[in-house]
């Protein structure tokens, strides 16, 4: 049973930076992770879960939120089996709740929540303006 643990959240001020982790384990075969579709996606109370990026793991191809194009950017290390969002110039609405996602692999890459099917338990965000 693959498992994401998210780590590197916290408070900052805004025009700040945070690099946040995602750790995946338990898959069968490290062919399997590395084919992969993992995304990012954030959670403001009283709001609904918003898609912010996402990787294949096959070929790096990524795709971002509009709210975010320039500022955070997605990678992943096949070989740590880890998933990264690099935030930079954090503003205060990117408060919120920061979420990993996976699914199995496949060619379409979306923000879409329904795709993903593998979920860690998040890591708070907070921006102070």
């Known amino acids: 049973q693959v498992q994401l643990v998210e780590s590197g959240g916290g408070s900052v001020q805004a025009g700040g930076s945070l690099r946040l982790s995602c750790v995946a384990s338990?898959?069968?075969?490290?062919?399997?992770?590395?084919?992969?579709?993992m995304a990012w996606f954030r959670q403001a109370p009283g709001k609904e879960r918003e898609g912010v990026a996402a990787?294949?793991?096959?070929?790096?191809?990524?795709t971002y939120a509009d709210s975010i194009k320039g500022r955070f950017t997605i990678s992943k290390d096949n070989a740590k089996n880890t998933l990264y969002l690099q935030m930079n110039s954090l503003k205060s609405e990117d408060t919120a709740m920061y979420f990993c996602?996976?699914?199995?692999?496949?060619?379409?890459?979306?923000?879409?929540?329904?795709?993903?099917?593998?979920w860690g338990q998040g890591t708070q965000v907070t921006v102070s303006s």
């Open positions: 338990g898959y069968a075969s490290s062919y399997a992770s590395s084919r992969s579709r």
């Open positions: 990787i294949r793991s096959s070929d790096g191809v990524t």
């Open positions: 996602a996976a699914t199995a692999p496949g060619w379409s890459l979306t923000l879409d929540t329904r795709l993903y099917n593998i």
